[in-house]
């Protein structure tokens, strides 16, 4: 039987490591999701909302773990800093699953009349990216690390106004495509989103790590 103490540093580290598993499937969720858009893919598109589930049960056990350490141990200081932050974490994450989600409906939906996403795929990119240095940060109580990642959404900011514009000007030319039009207006819209959870996620590191609650947004 492992000991109590020993028990208890293992399963905050099984914290960290599983919080690390929830960004990856949500951060290739979103990664594949703008291909099944760029690609007319409408298999790639279910198979994403098909996974969600796994998302899914993978943050109830985060959530019921958390909520195990806190009755039972009745941690202090870091250690409660890190069970409340990763809690908050799971939410932002699994709300960066649901986008990606809504994203894989519009392309198992689409009929590929607007041909070029213009700045959409850059997005997801860098969202992928901000998503896999903030689990770094996370794994490395490294809050400076996260501070540096969230200046990452002003170019996603930038690429979500331009994105907006062009396709603005397409419905308005083009009347014909305006439903697909619409669809990737919100698409647009929940990525950028995505990089909004991630600054949330990054405050959270530099909240368990220096105690310090900081807008990063």
């Not at 703008?34 to 007319?40: E, Y």
């Not at 368990?208 to 947004?217: G, M, P, T, Y």
Request: net charge negative; hydrophobic share 40%.
């Amino acid at each position: 039987m492992i000991p109590y103490r020993q028990r208890y540093r293992k399963d905050l580290s099984d914290l960290k490591s599983l919080t690390k598993d929830l960004a990856d499937h949500v951060g290739e969720a979103i990664e594949k999701s703008v291909i099944a858009l760029s690609d007319s893919n409408v298999d790639l598109a279910r198979e994403i909302i098909k996974n969600d589930q796994e998302v899914d049960d993978l943050s109830i056990k985060i959530e019921n773990l958390c909520m195990e350490l806190l009755v039972l141990q009745q941690p202090m200081a870091r250690d409660l800093r890190r069970i409340i932050g990763i809690l908050k974490i799971g939410i932002d994450l699994e709300r960066i699953g649901d986008l990606a989600v809504d994203i894989a409906r519009v392309a198992a939906q689409s009929h590929n009349e607007i041909t070029k996403l213009e700045f959409i795929p850059r997005m997801a990119e860098i969202s992928r990216k901000m998503l896999r240095e903030s689990m770094e940060a996370l794994m490395n109580d490294d809050a400076d690390t996260a501070r540096q990642i969230t200046k990452w959404d002003y170019e996603i900011d930038g690429l979500y106004v331009k994105a907006r514009d062009k396709l603005l000007k397409i419905i308005i030319d083009r009347p014909e495509v305006i439903k697909e039009g619409t669809s990737l207006l919100m698409v647009n819209r929940h990525l950028e989103r995505t990089g909004d959870h991630i600054c949330n996620i990054c405050e959270t590191i530099v909240y368990i790590v220096e105690a310090k609650r900081e807008h990063l947004n």
